[in-house]
């Protein structure tokens, strides 16, 4: 990435929820640099898309379906990928679900409702951690990317769950990656802002009627490219004494927030 | 009325440098715990206001006029307020010299005077009780700024700029200061107002985006000031802690 091509050449990456969205454009990213590039997901269709888009690029990609939620699929998700790949060096934990619960009461937060968006947001990436760590602290290097949210630094009515989860992500980064700071795993997260990806689409249309672009301070909602180079970043040699960062990607969103007018009225100094 | 827990009776409370409204309740607020008080400051009307609330409460109260951007006026209120009081144990600081304009349109001397006033002064005030401070082996510094010291703003770049400095001033004083006694803390007020609740018409974006609906009165930050000027907060420094109406929780 930052000396041309082929920094990845020779690397196997897991991104879940690869399938989709970011973790589509990260997967695609990965393999332009020359990565292998296994995608897990519940749906199989669109991650073997995905892998098939990796192939086409050169490199060996694999889908392996996997329910982020349930520990033995990201077990097997890492297992294929070590006997298939022969490797691995970086993960991607991505796969999320954004399913607010706007217009219920908080006390009607079922459990199922708040399993849902923990499970998947958080456990899930401390499943996929776990699965990974054994070989990657045995291999002494790794690369661990969390996609976390803005929202998991401050908050937002009617997202419980899904603030609470990439709230308690951070925190997992920041824990692991003082964990295995000595054995040359780096481990950040990544706080995209509001992307243009077709999962997203609802949240953007409910929560700000449509015209996100207006609210945020550079003009434009954020695209998969703005995300993947972060991740590349990330994933690749250039980022080796990075390790336990918060990387906020969403064109100054959390720069400001102070105000919805965006700016302060003029005022003069009195005349001394 | 106060509790015990948080009582001040006995303390000497130095109150400098408010361009806004500050100094009246935090004044008040000290007084009502128990402090004596020495209000310093450029505009006499506002010190003699703090000064008679404070005695109105039965405590000792000290008018300095003063200018904390100068050092040597700022040594002679040091003086004076010992001299006063026998001795500082609480400085708190609310220059909040309020200043917007497009960045280009900012002019070098506009700069000087937002950073003189927002961020020299407590500079220089620190440094003159904290030598004070540093021979009682105790003390409490308190400085009042903006959440905007943690924000961005369009055309605030100055006053920003002022107010984080102000906050990194806080951090490195409670390090530096930390085995001698001196507790070191900010106060990030968010949109106080002393005359508005509710706000004109034209700023109802901004109210539907205060979670509490309202902005804050300056009065309200006073038991925050107790809190910290108190001997209860003794394991409690370099930290901004918001009286904010939840500004800063939101995304």
């Not at chain 1, 082929?6 to 690397?11: H, I, P, S, Y």
């Not at chain 1, 890492?78 to 607010?100: F, H, K, P, W, Y």
């Not at chain 1, 009607?108 to 899930?124: P, Y």
Request: proline letters at 2%.
């Amino acid at each position: 990435m930052v000396s041309g091509k082929g920094t990845l050449e020779g690397k196997v990456a897991i991104v879940t929820g690869g399938g989709t969205g970011l973790g589509k454009a990260m997967a695609l990213a990965l393999a332009k640099e020359g990565a292998d590039v296994v995608v897990g997901a519940r749906r199989l269709e669109p991650i073997e898309q995905t892998a098939k888009e990796v192939r086409d690029m050169g490199r060996r990609g694999l889908a392996v379906s996997t329910d982020v939620t349930d520990s033995k699929q990201v077990n097997n998700l890492v297992e294929q990928t070590l006997s298939q790949m022969g490797g691995l060096d970086i993960l991607v934990n991505n796969a999320g679900i954004v399913r607010g619960q706007q217009r219920r009461e908080f006390w009607d937060i079922t459990d199922e409702e708040w399993h849902l968006g923990i499970d998947t947001n958080l456990t899930g990436s401390f499943f996929g951690c776990r699965a990974a760590s054994k070989h990657m602290v045995e291999q002494k290097s790794g690369k661990i990317i969390n996609i976390a949210s803005g929202e998991g630094l401050r908050g937002v009515k009617g997202n419980l769950m899904y603030s609470v989860a990439k709230g308690g992500v951070v925190q997992l980064t920041r824990t692991l990656a003082l964990t295995w700071a000595d054995v040359n795993i780096q481990v950040n997260a990544i706080a995209p802002g509001f992307i243009d990806v077709s999962a997203l689409q609802p949240v953007v249309r409910q929560g700000f009627g449509g015209r996100m672009a207006e609210f945020n301070p550079s003009g434009r909602i954020g695209v998969p490219y703005d995300i993947s180079s972060m991740c590349l970043f990330l994933a690749s040699s250039a980022s080796d004494y990075v390790t336990g960062g918060l990387f906020v990607v969403d064109g100054a969103g959390l720069a400001g927030g102070y105000t919805p007018t965006g700016y302060a009225p003029i005022k003069n100094l009195e005349e001394e | 009325m106060v509790s015990a827990e948080f009582g001040l009776n006995g303390k000497s409370a130095l109150v400098a440098g408010d361009s806004r409204f500050w100094s009246k309740y935090v004044s008040v607020a000290l007084a009502e715990a128990g402090a004596d008080i020495a209000v310093a400051g450029k505009d006499s009307k506002k010190l003699d206001e703090a000064v008679t609330e404070v005695q109105r409460l039965g405590k000792k109260a000290v008018a300095i006029t003063t200018d904390t951007t100068q050092s040597t006026q700022v040594q002679k209120m040091v003086e004076q307020a010992v001299a006063g009081l026998g001795k500082i144990d609480i400085l708190v600081n609310a220059a909040d010299l309020e200043y917007a304009k497009p960045f280009v349109d900012i002019t070098e001397k506009e700069w000087n005077r937002v950073m003189a006033s927002n961020l020299t002064s407590v500079f220089l005030t620190c440094q003159a009780v904290g030598k004070h401070m540093l021979k009682q082996e105790k003390g409490r510094i308190i400085n009042i700024i903006s959440c905007l010291a943690e924000r961005g703003m369009i055309n605030g770049a100055a006053y920003c700029a002022s107010m984080g400095g102000v906050l990194e001033i806080t951090r490195t004083l409670a390090l530096e200061w930390g085995r001698n006694g001196i507790r070191v803390n900010a106060i990030g007020a968010g949109w106080p107002s002393e005359t508005e609740t509710t706000g004109a018409e034209g700023e109802e974006k901004l109210l539907r985006y205060l979670p509490l609906k309202r902005y804050g009165h300056p009065g309200e930050i006073g038991s925050m000031v107790i809190y910290l000027a108190s001997d209860a907060s003794d394991y409690v420094s370099g930290q901004f802690m918001y009286v904010d109406g939840g500004i800063m929780a939101h995304l």
